[in-house]
């Protein structure tokens, strides 16, 4: 009884994420254009644009290597599996021994590399600029995030998701400098890995400065829907990840009863919502930088994330 | 099972002679190659055997050679055991791999001979019992090394690479020598005697420096790496793959034998010095790598990178040892021992295929290549397998030896000591730096050389290597999956190793549900690569069938797009310095002294404009560069020496002996 409850908590996971992952995106585009006192695309826009994508005819270019066609898919399974692993309106997931956090960013990190590795494989000018800015940006984003997950580790005393929103929901924790800093580096490196303003600007094509855009742009149809679907998990990912360690309250136990499994989610879609305005409004009031200033923005987040797991080296209690 | 190991030693010694002879015949390298395999493969399964062994006997053996009055003592246990596996594993491969590749060498006389006696050389550095063996070993290991590097002398590059690689061996075996006889003043040089001497705290630590000095020179911690660079790419690519993946292993061998089995226990500020030269080894190995366009010095410098990361893991291991808790430094050795392990295994693997690309284009310069992976379809295949291996990525080996050293480090606010507290987050650091630019780096490599359109013409006419090398290839790269998700077998099997370095163990991996690794606690951490790989490989083909079948599975080929502005020219691709431009400006500027110098003509001159990149190696620069000085104008006054007229040099002589008649009677 309690096994088929687990896989059914897990499965219903791995369908919420992915139904409402493009949810998500509407969401913050409805709101930015909303800010900027446009009408803005309906909710379900991005829904209708992944069923559109998906339904066309590939255009693959003529030297594209099997490599290419098989990306899309590796990206999404990646992503997908990493983003079923964050807990979203409850504690406990059945495989959530399968991946910790660092094996989660890892996880991320090869969904990362080959998106990279499909920027180079036509051999076009403007996928080489793509891929060879992502990793630079990832140099920098990489490190400050598994030095964040140091610190929320050390604090928590794991490095396993469901242990570590536990904690944080538990009164063990307290008011620490060390969280609100890796809290501030969690959400810069947020910001530059799902491409959003000001490192990359997810609305524009035919920008000189483009980072993500640039290394999709041969892709077409089906795949494309699939690297447009793996962006909006992966966004989902972050903001559940900032929600589940820094905004644990409500988040249902392992053992909890249906009313508090419901109740949870509507917390965690609340979560969601408010975070959501948040990067909204975050993003409309602020401009994009310049390539060559994203390291100092990054740099700040890789700074913050050393203080914070040095100050839980001097004392216990910072 | 030590007189089989000793046996298949004096069977590779035997073979050196032989390929003297065999290198006229036509198929002499194959009948070379074939034997070797035969008795690597038969002492990796000896060694393995010796490992698995439930007993874990510690075996012995002393042969009437060497000193007259010591003999040479020999001795199999957990540690060499493991260390044989890794050396014949890498050899094995490496022959089999040379079945295929060896064929094409122009010279085979200058390699078939010392090929056979350099297996036999590391095998004895591992099995040796006492100082003068090790040493002697050693030495005949990095002699015939040297040998293999210099074997194409025709290039000027080659002879300098030999050159400063025999230097700095000599350098190497000099200061191992000055450890040992520190060690043996109060025993002697057998390692037994060693062992159950107790050497006061001060000398113990000179030989820990010595140590790091003598192995960490042959192993190429930073900053006496700078002849792995030169030397490495130079010999043939099967040596290549051996000196890189297993000879620094041998160097990582002679560290954990002195340090953490010769020596007492350890005091905390040795782990200190080790920590502090591993972290920045990593970092700057990777970052040395990123700047290269060599497909094998890429490949060398990398390899730099993951001794450092191995040395961490040593590091953090006495760290912990010293504090007592050793079932913490249990996790740290465990994890740099699996990532010598998995390091030999991809390590080999991308010089194999850097070998292939070698021999099918001719072309080592990445910007010469491109689109390999259409011309060489299987290379390409299993290059993109190691790849992803060595930069740390799941489901791969790669990651799950830096997951486990990423553990070990979580583990550190319980160690006492205020330096340590405060130097093992900047390692952590430097490693998660490491990281993210070991990924950099190969996707530059794997993009540049096999993605992309052909640069050159020998880029475009490449063909696929021999199925030889294609099956060393593909037997490490399936190896290099089955460590990334079965990694508890493998720590479970070294499980002897820590026991007798450690004095503990990683708690028993395999029996646990679902086959997850958990290195201390589940509440605290657990990984399991064999759910990740399946739940990646099940949710991608349901995702592909879902879409082709409800969907659309149509295709059509068209040329690219690249928005609107599509070229022709190859050239219009990123190459390998242009993939690296944003990386060296933001961190090569300080390391590298990195600077772009445009050249723009005057206006109406035919002259092309020019943009050039100055990279300085300051390493060099501010260590090597003065000590060559020195020694130079030394060597210029000393050099008058050598036209004196006979009277003088009698004086000499004469005066020489006063001096040493006055020290003795002193």
């Known amino acids: 009884m309690t096994a088929l409850r687990d896989i059914l908590s897990q499965g219903a996971q791995m369908l919420l994420v992915l139904l409402l992952a493009p949810l998500l995106t509407g969401f913050v585009r409805k709101v930015k254009a909303r800010l900027l006192r446009r009408r803005g695309p309906p909710l379900v826009q991005p829904y209708r644009d992944l069923v559109r994508l998906m339904r066309k005819d590939v255009v693959l270019a003529d030297n594209a290597s099997w490599l290419f066609r098989v990306i899309p898919y590796l990206m999404f399974a990646g992503t997908w599996v990493a983003a079923s692993l964050v807990p979203t309106f409850g504690n406990g997931l059945l495989f959530s021994g399968t991946a910790d956090l660092i094996a989660i960013i890892a996880l991320l990190g090869s969904a990362r590399f080959f998106q990279a590795l499909a920027g180079m494989d036509v051999g076009t000018a403007f996928g080489g600029i793509g891929s060879s800015r992502e990793v630079m940006i990832a140099t920098l984003a990489e490190p400050a995030i598994l030095i964040t997950v140091f610190a929320v580790a050390m604090i928590a005393g794991s490095t396993q998701l469901s242990n570590v929103a536990e904690f944080m929901g538990s009164d063990a924790v307290g008011l620490r400098v060390s969280l609100g800093m890796a809290f501030v580096a969690l959400t810069i490196v947020a910001l530059a890995e799902n491409a959003r303003i000001p490192v990359d600007n997810p609305a524009t094509h035919l920008e000189l400065t483009m980072v993500h855009e640039a290394m999709v742009l041969e892709y077409s149809g089906r795949h494309l829907a699939l690297i447009d679907l793996s962006s909006q998990l992966k966004l ?83 | 099972m030590i007189s089989v190991a000793l046996w298949s030693v004096a069977l590779l010694l035997a073979l050196a002679p032989v390929g003297i002879v065999l290198s006229s015949y036509p198929r002499g390298s194959a009948v070379l190659y074939g034997a070797c395999l035969v008795v690597t493969a038969a002492l990796c399964v000896t060694a393995l055997l010796h490992l698995l062994d439930s007993a874990h006997p510690v075996l012995s053996a002393t042969l009437p050679i060497g000193l007259p009055w010591l003999g040479a003592h020999f001795r199999l ?258 994890a740099a021992m699996l990532h010598v392990f998995n390091h030999a295994l991809f390590k080999s693997l991308l010089f194999f295929g850097a070998g292939a690309v070698l021999e099918a284009t001719g072309a080592r310069d990445m910007e010469k290549l491109g689109g390999l992976i259409h011309r060489m379809p299987r290379t390409a295949f299993a290059m993109l397998v190691g790849c992803v291996a060595i930069s740390a990525l799941p489901p791969f080996n790669g990651f799950v030896s830096e997951w486990l050293t990423f553990q070990a480090i979580l583990l550190s606010p319980q160690l006492p000591s205020w330096g340590l507290k405060l130097a093992i987050p900047a390692v952590g650091g430097l490693l998660a730096l490491a990281a993210a630019f070991a990924a950099a780096c190969f996707v530059k490599l794997y993009g540049i050389s096999f993605l992309g359109r052909p640069r050159t013409d020998v880029a475009a006419s490449a063909h696929e290597t021999d199925r030889f090398s294609l099956a060393a290839m593909f037997a490490l ?78 295709l059509r080929r068209a040329p690219a797009w690249d928005c609107g502005y599509p070229d022709p020219d190859p050239t219009i691709q990123y190459s390998a310095s242009s993939f690296s431009q944003p990386i060296r400006r933001v961190f090569g500027s300080v390391i590298f002294a990195a600077r772009e110098i445009g050249e723009m003509p005057p206006p109406s001159s035919p002259l092309p404009a020019r943009l050039k990149v100055e990279l300085h190696d300051l390493i060099w620069d501010a260590l090597y560069a003065p000590i060559a000085t020195i020694i130079g104008f030394a060597t210029e006054r000393i050099n008058t020496l050598q036209f004196l007229t006979i009277r003088r040099y009698l004086t000499l002589v004469f005066g020489a002996l006063i001096v040493l008649l006055l020290v003795v009677a002193l």
């Open chain 1, 236 to 318: 989902l990912l972050y903001v559940s990840l900032i929600a589940c360690v820094f905004l644990p309250w409500g988040t249902a136990t392992a053992d909890a009863s249906v009313a508090t499994l419901a109740f949870g989610a509507l917390l965690y879609f609340g979560k969601l919502a408010v975070l959501g305005f948040l990067l909204a409004l975050f993003e409309t009031s602020i401009a994009k930088m310049r390539v060559f200033r994203i390291p100092e923005f990054l740099g700040a987040a890789l700074m913050l994330a050393l203080l914070a797991t040095l100050l839980r080296f001097v004392s216990g209690s910072l």
């Open chain 2, 77 to 334: 246990d957990a540690l060499s055991a493991f260390f044989l596996v890794v050396i014949n594993l890498g050899g094995a491969a490496a022959s089999l791999f040379a079945l295929g590749y060896g064929a094409h060498e122009e010279s085979p006389g200058r390699v078939l001979p010392f090929y056979p006696a350099y297996l036999a050389g590391m095998n004895t550095v591992v099995l040796a019992n006492d100082a003068f063996s090790f040493l002697v070993a050693w030495e005949f290991m990095s002699l015939t090394s040297w040998a293999l590097v210099v074997s194409h002398h025709r290039e000027a590059e080659n002879i300098r690479a030999g050159y400063v690689y025999l230097l700095m061996a000599s350098f190497g075996t000099l200061v191992l020598l000055l450890a040992f006889g520190l060690l043996a003043s109060g025993a002697g040089y057998d390692f037994d005697a060693i062992r159950a001497s107790h050497p006061s705290a001060a000398l113990a630590g000179m030989v820990v420096i010595l140590v790091l000095l003598g192995a960490g020179s042959k192993a190429g911690v930073v900053p006496l790496h700078a002849w792995l660079p030169l030397a490495h790419p130079a010999a043939p690519s099967h040596v290549s793959a051996l000196m890189s993946g297993v000879m620094t292993k041998v160097a990582v061998y002679g560290f954990v034998r002195i340090v953490f089995d010769l020596l007492p226990e350890p005091e905390w500020w040795w782990s200190m010095v080790v920590l502090l030269v591993g972290g920045p080894t990593a970092t700057l190995g990777v970052l040395y790598a990123l700047m290269q366009r060599d497909i094998k010095r890429v490949l060398a410098y990398s390899t730099i990178e993951n001794i450092g990361i191995i040395f961490t893991g040593l590091g953090l291991a006495l760290a912990f040892k010293a504090q007592g808790l050793d079932w913490v430094a249990a996790l740290a050795f465990t």
């Open chain 2, 477 to 554: 790269a399936a190896l290099c999956l089955v460590a990334g998700i079965l990694p508890g077998l493998f720590i479970d099997a070294l499980a002897p190793v820590s026991k007798a370095m450690v004095g503990n163990v990683m708690p028993h991996q395999t029996g646990l549900e679902w086959l997850t690794i958990v290195p201390i606690a589940e509440s605290r951490s657990s990984y399991n690569g064999l759910l990740v790989f399946l739940f990646v490989a099940l949710c991608g083909t349901a995702a592909a069938s879902a879409i082709h079948r409800l969907a659309s599975d149509r």
